[in-house]
């Protein structure tokens, strides 16, 4: 079954950027549809962005325009790569499959504050 890690996150200034790794293990990425989930304190974990076997990408109406994610299927890794950041995307960010969900990963922190 796949497992996934995902690291890049940290405390960052309202404005700034950071990117976000999903590596992969048990299954070729490049086989899956991967989506960013994200989950704030108090709140439901929601989908922030997809990318599909073929690399048709699809985004949240809160982060269209300042995140992109990207894959390298060499290195079995998807990227969030994130920009012009808010302090509403404040929450810990998974990585997991777009459609169907497996076993999720510890997360990694991502603080933007204001």
């Known amino acids: 079954q796949v497992q996934f890690v995902e690291s890049g996150g940290g405390l960052v200034q309202a404005g700034g950027s950071l990117r976000l790794s999903c590596a992969a293990s048990?299954?070729?990425?490049?086989?899956?549809?991967i989506g960013w989930y994200r989950q704030a304190p108090g709140a439901q974990r929601e989908l922030v962005a997809g990318?599909?076997?073929?690399?048709?990408?699809n985004y949240s109406d809160s982060v269209k325009g300042r995140f992109t994610i990207s894959r390298d299927n060499a290195k079995n890794t998807v990227f969030l790569q994130m920009n012009s950041l808010k302090p509403e995307d404040t929450a810990v960010y998974y990585c997991?499959?777009?459609?169907?969900?497996?076993?999720w990963g510890q997360g990694t922190q991502v603080t933007v504050s204001s």
């Open positions: 997991n499959g777009w459609t169907v969900q497996g076993i």
């Open positions: 048990g299954s070729t990425i490049s086989m899956n549809a």
């Open positions: 990318i599909s076997k073929g690399g048709r990408t």
